[in-house]
């Protein structure tokens, strides 16, 4: 994936994209940089951040900007996502659940190329650690 993109590949490197490749949770970049810590304790956080980067830039990871910092997103498909307001884990939403929404034409002559929507809410483990209904 990264090679053939003209990425160099250490085992750093490996690890970072295997773990983003492996994990649905949308993690920060700190978590990231633990979770490659763990095998590889040697590991800059210079080495996370500048792989992040190159896999943006490469168009092979996405952010997330969410009220608790920005999340990594590497599911290119098209998807939503749903945001539990009490403990701000994301969650992927297909894109075929939440019904078209007849947008044409926007103003000014703007032109959509793609478009997200973030529902938020309360997730269910949150949900009934609280007895919310």
């Known amino acids: 994936m990264a090679a053939e993109r003209g ?13 983003l490749e492996s ?3 949308h993690p920060t970049p700190d978590e990231v940089f633990a979770a490659v810590n763990v095998d590889f304790p040697m590991t800059s956080r210079a080495t996370v951040y500048n792989t992040i980067a190159w896999l943006k830039e490469a168009g092979m990871l996405r952010e997330l900007f969410t009220p ?7 599911n290119f498909g098209e998807h939503h996502h749903f945001v539990c307001r009490v403990c701000n884990r994301i969650e992927d939403v297909g ?25 938020r809410g309360v997730c269910a483990n949150c949900r009934a650690q609280l007895s919310i209904t």
Request: proline share 8%; with cysteine; glycine share 4%.
């Open 7 to 19: 990425l160099k590949m250490t085992p750093q490197r490996r690890a970072i994209i295997r773990f």
């Open 68 to 74: 608790d910092g920005v999340r990594l997103d590497p």
């Open 95 to 119: 894109f075929d659940l939440v019904p078209n929404l007849g947008i044409c034409a926007l103003p000014n002559q703007n032109s959509i190329e793609e478009f997200e929507i973030t529902i």
């Open 23 to 25: 994990t649905n949770a």
